[in-house]
């Protein structure tokens, strides 16, 4: 079982360092791990945010840890070797097309919520994003018009992506409330409009599911005034990286939330991908030790589950990191002092 | 000074009845209404969401005021004959490129908010979204792909159209708290690489407003975790369409908010504009008495003020609206029995 470590960027590699430390307590046996350079760090090194040695061991792992990118020296670079070229380049390189963002609360932890306490606590939704199409992989450039320069980008789905990304959201569903809302903008958008009639074919294989559909607008909305009626929400790359976002800030523990991007490749023991946390390289707290590593440890537990097909020990650590959680190890951003190597070491001790 | 009266469907002539009952309390001299069908009611008598005769007499106006379109009978019409294409069609043809959609909390109804009340009371933003160009009114249509049937949707910016909007951006901005958040995608996207250069050049010219830049994905969480930092919101159709409405949601009283959208002529007391309130045609509740015609009433406002040059009667009504709003009548949505006509009733009460 091959792990790519990619740390990245600013508390990346702090934060990775506490979920290898929870790695390292299982003791799974065979287990070996690659580490590699990306992001801001990896364009200063190489200089190209994302090698192509970094992308072979990637491509030849089973799974990859990913930490942050992320580097305000890197801000002023053109946009090709700025450092989240690295993890767009991930994405369509590795085929990553199935973006897995679980949103819900901690218990103990709803107060960190902008919502109102009944609502927060009602949050338990999976965000099922595409990952490999939309406006973010069309053609695009510049153009001359008789407004001026234009900006154009070629926004675009067809039937074959938006089936595969509804059969990861109707499984996924399947396996927790079983309701589905497929978020687009089909009174609008073209491209939505074949999303929509995509979906609604693929949902007929999963009667035991509810289809429902959503405009992006009153999605956004909904999201804020009663985020506990969504389940698993499923929705193209553009639209998922907002709905994503915002899901993330109503549960308000952002530093807590981990994510996965899944490929196609089937590794022997479960399905390739990239784990990462959704926060980001916070420059501003970088070195300070006050990273709150639990993000990168859901994040390999969610790695152990989906590439490695060890959901016993996923579940062990989910339980370690939510038992640290409601204990009085609280990093600073929960308002307490334990550091980011403390807080690695109680979810050891709770591993049990 | 003339008005075209557009109440369309549902809830639409309801709330409009009580806007008109307050227009009619000012006693302007020299005002001349007309009214016309729009949305679903237009498409069952004339066989058309938005008639010619619709779109003339909006033309000839100096203002539009606009209730709501949307009629469940109308779903499964093709695209081009649902109501909403009667507003697209009004956009575009009036060339209303500005959409102002203010979103303040109403002093005493901050608990209508899904938000904690410290972040609740802090909200006062303005979002101004580009109306003409973006991913709406690009080409469009369905290709073949190696992957079947492909929809596609050409998103677009010029100079023009975002200097164009820049300035009634910044423009508000100097007249608020002078400060101007632009909303973009431009580590994705060239349509927001020319909309993010473009507006730097024309903060050139309100060196009295504070610019910055966020991302859309932060953006729309930001505007969850501290509403309070926005002053104006400027963005483009697709973003300013979520975010707006992610931002009533914050509110808290969709069924208050008003928005006003805005062409370049000049009306000779202003500038030519529609004006409506941002709930929709809400079907479940028409006919029942139930419908808030606040937002309408504020939408009416709102033309006041723009379109007609009446900035006394628009802080009139808006007194009046918040007076009514503080008493004790208060419709169904609030938790009140007031009837629609019993609040249209009391914001006249309250006009003096
Ligand atoms: C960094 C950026 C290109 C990326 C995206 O838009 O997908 C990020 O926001 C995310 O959601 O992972
Ligand atoms: C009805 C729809 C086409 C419209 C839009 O997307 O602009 C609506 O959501 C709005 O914001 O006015």
Redesign the pocket.
């Known amino acids: 079982m091959k792990i790519a470590v990619l740390a990245g960027d600013g508390i990346g590699p702090e934060v990775t360092r506490e979920a290898l430390k929870v790695l390292d307590a299982l003791s799974l046996p065979g287990l070996v791990l690659f580490e590699g350079d990306v992001g801001g760090i990896a364009y200063k090194r190489h200089g190209h945010p994302l090698p192509a040695e970094t992308l072979e061991m990637a491509r030849a792992a089973d799974a990859v840890l990913f930490g942050a990118v992320g580097d305000p020296e890197c801000d002023t670079l053109p946009r090709e070797h700025r450092p ?1 070229q690295a ?2 380049g991930l994405r369509s390189e590795l085929r990553l097309f199935a973006n897995l963002r679980p949103a819900a609360g901690f218990p103990g932890l709803e107060d960190l919520s902008p919502l109102k306490p009944e609502l927060a606590r009602g949050i338990d939704l999976l965000v099922v994003r595409e990952l490999n199409g939309d406006v973010y992989f069309g053609k695009k450039g510049e153009r001359d018009s008789a407004g001026g320069r234009e900006g154009w980008d070629d926004m675009s789905y067809n039937e074959a992506e938006v089936r595969r990304i509804a059969h990861t959201g109707f499984r996924a569903a399947q396996k927790r409330r079983k309701k589905l809302t497929s978020v687009d903008k089909a009174n609008v958008l073209e491209t939505s409009r074949i999303w929509r009639e995509a979906v609604i074919k693929v949902a007929a294989e999963y009667p035991d599911v509810e289809l429902d559909h959503m405009y992006v607008d009153n999605a956004a909305m909904q999201m804020v005034r009663s985020p506990g009626q969504f389940d698993v929400v499923l929705t193209g790359n553009l639209f998922g ?1 907002i709905l994503s ?1 915002q899901a993330s800030a109503c549960v308000g523990s952002i530093g807590l939330l981990a994510s996965a991007s899944l490929g196609e490749r089937q590794t022997g023991f479960g399905t390739f991908g990239l784990y990462e946390p959704i926060h980001g390289s916070a420059p501003d707290i970088t070195g300070q030790g006050k990273a709150n590593p639990i993000a990168a440890i859901l994040s390999l537990a969610m790695l152990l589950r989906h590439s490695l097909g060890r959901e016993e020990e996923a579940n062990r650590i989910e339980r370690a990191a939510a038992k640290t959680l409601a204990s009085e190890i609280r990093g600073a951003d929960l308002g307490g002092s334990a550091s980011t190597g403390e807080i690695g070491d109680a979810v050891v001790r709770n591993l049990l």
């Open positions: 989240e993890i767009l990286d976002d």
